[in-house]
C-alpha cells in the first residue's frame, strides 16, 4: 500500500486499477505476475534471524498454515476493495481468507459469539450458514432467533429481550428472493445494543455495496463467487476495520482451526479478483436486460429483481447499492413449468453455485434451498414454481434466446 497506492496525485485509486494493482507481490527475479508460493514451511537464514524474531524484531514468515505471501496478496487486495473510497490505508479494513466462504462465516460468528451468547439473524439464509448457526452452534453454547428480513421493529425488541446478543448476521440481497436488507438501519440498531453486525457480502461483491462503510463491524465473503468468477476455486474472507478483532479472534481461529486455503487457490483468486470491477459493469448490466425480458414475458409470473422498479426494496436497493447485481429469480407458477423450462436450456448451465462467467440456473425448492422446511419455503417465497438465475458474462441476447426458447412450449 502506502505512497503507490495513493497515486502520485494524492488522489485515491478508482476501483479498477486497485483491484489490478492493491497487494501485488513484485518479485525480485523481476516477474511480472507474482509466482505461486507453493511451500509448506519458509527457512531462516541463521539463528541470529530466529533470535531477532523470537525477540520480536522482524517479522518473519515461518509456516503456511500461519501466513503465505499468495495469501497475503489477495487479502491486500481484497480488504483494498472493501475499504474503498473509505479513506486512508492505516485506518483501513484488514481482511483474512479462508479455504471457504463457510471456514470465513465460522470464523467470523465464532469470533463474535462464545458460550452464552446469542445470534439474531434472517429466516432464510445460504443453506450451510442455516446449518451453522441452527444446529452446529447450539451445541457450543450459542442460541439464536430468526426474524424474517430483520425488521427493526422487531429487532429492536429481540435485541432488549435478549441482553447476551452479540451478533446480528445478515444476508443482502438475499439468496434467493433477491429481497434486500438496509445495512445502514440494522448496524445502527445492532450497535446500540452492543451486537455485531456481520454481513455476508458474496451477492453484490465490494463493487456494488461496502457494508463496513455503512456500519457493519465484519464482512464476509465467499470468494467462490464473484470474487474468483471463474468457478475453479472454493474459497472465503472475512474482512473488518476492526484491527484487534481481526489480529486476535480472527487470526487465532485461522491458525487454530486450520481452515487455511492452498497457494494455487489464492493466486487463482487474485487473479480473478483483478477484472471483479469491469465483470460486475458487465453482469449488471446484462442482468437488467435478462430481468425487463422475464418481466415483460406472458409466462413468467414475478420477476424478483432489486433493480426493477417493481422490486419492493428498489429504494433501499438504489442507496446501499452502485447496482443492482447479476442475481435474479422469477415465478414460472408450479413445478412442472420450472422442470420443463429448465430441461430446455441450452446455454445455461442447470448447476448451483453463482458468480461465474457461465451463466448458472437453478431450481432452489429442489437444488439449493431443498432442506428448508416446505412451510418455511412457501413463507419466504421460495415456491416450486421459482427459478434462480446468476446471469453471466455470454452476450445478453444468446442469453435471453435461450431463455425465450425454454419459456416457448
Ligand atoms: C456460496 C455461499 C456461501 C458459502 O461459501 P462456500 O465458499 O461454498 O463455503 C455463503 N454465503 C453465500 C451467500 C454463498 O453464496
Known sequence: MGDREAGQTGRQQGMATQAIHAGEIHDPSGAHIAPIYQTSTFTFADMTAVEDWTAGKTQALIYSRAGNPSRAALATKLAALENHGAGTAEDGATAEIFASGMAAISAALMGSAKAGNHILTQQVLYGSADHLISDVLPEYGITNHRIPWLDPEELEQQLEMNPNTSVVYLETPANPTLRVIDIEVTADIAHAHGARLIVDNTFATPVLQRPLQLGADVVVHSTTKYINGHGTVIGGAVVSTDRDFMDTEI???????????????????????????????????????????????PSVAATHYPGLSSHPQHEIARRQ??????????????????????????ICALAVSLGNVDTLVEHPASMTHRVVPPEERAASGITDGLIRISVGLEDAEDIIGDLANALES
Open 321 to 346: 447499492m452502485a447496482a443492482a447485481g447479476a442475481m435474479l429469480a422469477f415465478d414460472l407458477g408450479s413445478y412442472d413449468a420450472a422442470t420443463n423450462f429448465l430441461d430446455k436450456l441450452q
Open 251 to 297: 487470526s487465532a481461529l485461522m491458525r487454530f482451526t486450520g481452515g487455511v486455503p492452498s497457494a494455487i487457490d489464492c493466486w487463482l483468486t487474485n487473479l480473478g479478483l483483478k477484472t471483479l470491477p469491469l465483470r460486475m459493469e458487465r453482469h449488471c448490466a446484462t442482468a437488467m436486460k435478462v430481468a425487463t425480458f422475464l418481466e415483460d414475458h
